[in-house]
Nanobody
């Protein structure tokens, strides 16, 4: 059973930084994609970023240049460094892992105050 546990959310002022972590357990495939989506109040869940096992990445335009995703394959952990945070980054951030199917974490709240 694949489980994803996020950590690192919290409250930060505009312009501040946060680092999210997501640890995966129970994975059966050494080749996968891990990443993040987010959902703001009253809005649909939206893509933020992903990283593949080979280190290739992709970012939403709204976070390019501010967010950096990385991973430690030995620890099955993905990290999201978020800099220059804006109030519009406020959302619940969900980690996901894509193998034959997608698995989701329970989410971690990120709140950016203006």
């Amino acid at each position: 059973q694949v489980q994803l546990v996020e950590s690192g959310g919290g409250l930060v002022q505009t312009g501040g930084s946060l680092r999210l972590s997501c640890a995966a357990s129970g994975t059966s495939d050494s080749v996968n994609v891990m990443g993040w989506y987010r959902q703001a109040p009253g809005k649909q869940r939206e893509f933020v970023t992903w990283i593949a096992t080979d280190g290739s990445t992709n970012y939403a335009d709204s976070v390019k240049g501010r967010f950096t995703i990385s991973r430690d394959n030995a620890k099955s952990t993905v990290y999201l460094q978020m800099n220059s945070l804006k109030p519009e980054d406020t959302a619940v951030y969900y980690c996901y892992l894509q193998e034959a199917r997608a698995y989701w974490g329970r989410g971690t709240q990120v709140t950016v105050s203006s």
